[in-house]
């Protein structure tokens, strides 16, 4: 056993929960998610085919999609489709989506990771899309494990039980008793990052799924990190093989399901989402339903200023004697 003071806890907290890493599957039981209907497995989704930008056409004639392709660098404008489309099949386009990537891990110099952070942000490490380069269904079952993140709140949910916890083991006066405490802590809370991963994995597998992308997918991404340290080792993660084994699971229900669920086709009459690239911040953001401008917003919900389309007049009447 190690020792453990109550502030270095605390930066394990902060790790574990501000940070919430990604390795993909899903529990072979889905009994904590009775709501959650099968999705048939497709050996080959019905993705819509990424468009070829034309040389004759103006900025102005471009689809956004287009525009999409060729303004944004290539992983971002993948991660820009992915997310687009995930978010408009699976009803999570109410608020704008945002993805950022880093290219090297300041302590190993590589990154095999991705996680969800802050609001709605999804986070990617280079070296994890290195490694599933040309395989759009293996990166979308990582993006739907961090929207499920997010949509799940498991972040606030985990920095709110570190939070209670940390509270009532400063009341400790004992020392031998205070480093039981935190040791016994870490362990319960070891067990909560578990279930959130368990949670994440399954929404994550359906969200995906239900876009067309190849439930498979998500066994090729467990196969990558199944090869890293530390992957064997249960802790704030189920081990890659047994996840390895739920995703199978879930892939083997879907396929024997007697309904099966299309969801792709409800994108057809949708307008696609639009987005916004902040060169400085190197961030994307993929925008909601109604856009990412508030003056055209505004204008959607209340008009111009008259019905004239010109400025109210505004009359000022004086107090003065």
């Not at 990604?22 to 959650?36: G, M, R």
């Not at 497995?41 to 392709?69: F, G, H, M, W």
């Amino acid at each position: 056993m190690f020792a453990l003071t109550v502030d270095s806890a605390k930066q394990f907290a902060r790790d574990r929960f501000q940070k919430t890493a990604i390795v993909l599957a899903a529990t072979s039981a889905l009994a904590w998610l009775p709501n959650l209907a099968p999705v048939a497995a497709q050996s080959k989704p019905n993705l819509p085919k990424i468009p070829i930008v034309r040389e004759e056409l103006t900025p102005q004639e471009l689809t956004v999609y287009e525009r999409a392709e060729a303004d944004l660098p290539e992983d971002y404008y993948i991660l820009y489709r992915i997310v687009e489309l995930m978010a408009r099949v699976n009803d999570l386009d109410d608020l704008p989506w945002r993805v950022a990537i880093s290219t090297v891990d300041e302590e190993s110099g590589d990154c095999i990771n991705a996680f969800a952070s802050q609001a709605n942000l999804i986070y990617f490490c280079k070296g994890m899309l290195d490694r599933l380069a040309g395989d759009v269904s293996a990166v979308a079952c990582v993006v739907g494990h961090e929207m499920a993140h997010h949509q799940l709140q498991h972040i606030p949910t985990g920095v709110a039980a570190w939070d209670k916890g940390f509270e009532e083991i400063e009341k400790i006066e004992d020392e031998e008793d205070r480093q039981e405490r935190i040791e016994a802590f870490i362990e319960q809370m070891e067990e909560l990052s578990r279930t959130q991963e368990l949670e994440a994995d399954a929404m994550g597998y359906q969200y995906a799924t239900a876009a067309g992308f190849e439930p498979e997918g998500c066994l090729r991404v467990m196969r990558v990190l199944s090869r890293l340290p530390g992957s064997l080792i249960e802790r704030s993660h189920p081990t890659a093989p047994a996840r390895i084994e739920a995703i199978q699971g879930l892939i083997e229900a879907s396929s024997s399901a007697t309904i099966e669920v299309t969801t792709i086709d409800r994108t057809d009459n949708l307008e696609p989402l639009t987005y916004s690239w902040l060169e400085e911040e190197k961030l994307l953001r993929v925008d909601s339903d109604r856009g990412g401008s508030f003056v055209e917003d505004w204008e959607n919900r209340f008009g111009q200023n008259s019905e004239e389309g010109e400025d109210p007049v505004v009359e000022t009447v004086s107090t003065s004697q």
